[in-house]
T-cell receptor, first 113, second 112 residues
Framework: EPEVTQTPSHQVTQMGQEVILRCVPISNHLYFYWYRQILGQKVEFLVSFYNNEISEKSEIFDDQFSVERPDGSNFTLKIRSTKLEDSAMYFC???????????FGDGTRLSIL | EDQVTQSPEALRLQEGESSSLNCSYTVSGLRGLFWYRQDPGKGPEFLFTLYSAGEEKEKERLKATLTKKESFLHITAPKPEDSATYLCAVQAGGTSYGKLTFGQGTILTVHP
């Protein structure tokens, strides 16, 4: 069964450094999302992406965050200058249609020191 | 603002002991309600989508139902391998572009 693949599985970074989290979507999916889950808290929406544009973003997704699909396959989340509070599990999700089920990857655990 | 509340926070069952998990929601124009299963260290795994009140979906020992204010996930004769965190999420219509709003989850433990 096709699946969403995320790399790396774990990223440890010094505060203030840039990180890029990568996702390979399911091949026929057109809608892409990033969510995050801080330890012990709910899964939170960050951003949705369709047709090479951001469709919707949450208040968490400030100017330090960006997304792109640089080569038509990978979907990336960049955090420009990481903060301690960015430590969380980041999940990529993809879907065939905007109201179709979203399928999640196994996440990248981001630890900011 | 869309809100999702799940109860109980944790549920311990003996193998074969049936029960239900609850998901209460407030959303402006529900487009869909989704149930996911999450194992430790993994991403949410899609189980069901419900789109309108009265709808029911079944898969093996699981059955999901939907009313205008809540959804239930019924687990019949559970097995230890059903142990996981079960997440409920809603998707609003209108100007939403697919954003899911999640509840905090119910941690289910099934003892042999």
């Amino acid at each position: 069964e096709p699946e969403v693949t995320q790399t790396p599985s774990h990223q440890v970074t010094q505060m203030g450094q840039e990180v890029i989290l990568r996702c390979v979507p399911i091949s026929n999916h057109l809608y892409f999302y990033w969510y995050r889950q801080i330890l012990g808290q709910k899964v939170e929406f960050l951003v949705s992406f369709y047709n090479n544009e951001i469709s919707e973003k949450s208040e968490i997704f400030d100017d330090q965050f960006s997304v792109e699909r640089p080569d038509g396959s990978n979907f990336t989340l960049k955090i420009r200058s990481t903060k301690l509070e960015d430590s969380a599990m980041y999940f990529c999700a993809t879907g065939q249609g905007v109201y179709q089920p979203q399928h999640f990857g196994d996440g990248t655990r981001l630890s900011i020191l | 603002e869309d809100q999702v509340t799940q109860s109980p926070e944790a549920l311990r069952l003996q193998e074969g002991e049936s029960s239900s998990l609850n998901c209460s929601y407030t959303v402006s124009g529900l487009r869909g309600l989704f149930w996911y299963r999450q194992d430790p260290g993994k991403g949410p795994e899609f189980l069901f989508t419900l789109y309108s009140a009265g709808e029911e979906k079944e898969k093996e020992r699981l059955k999901a139902t939907l009313t205008k204010k809540e959804s239930f996930l019924h687990i019949t004769a559970p097995k230890p391998e059903d142990s996981a965190t079960y997440l409920c999420a809603v998707q609003a219509g209108g100007t939403s572009y697919g954003k899911l709003t999640f509840g905090q989850g119910t941690i289910l433990t099934v003892h042999p």
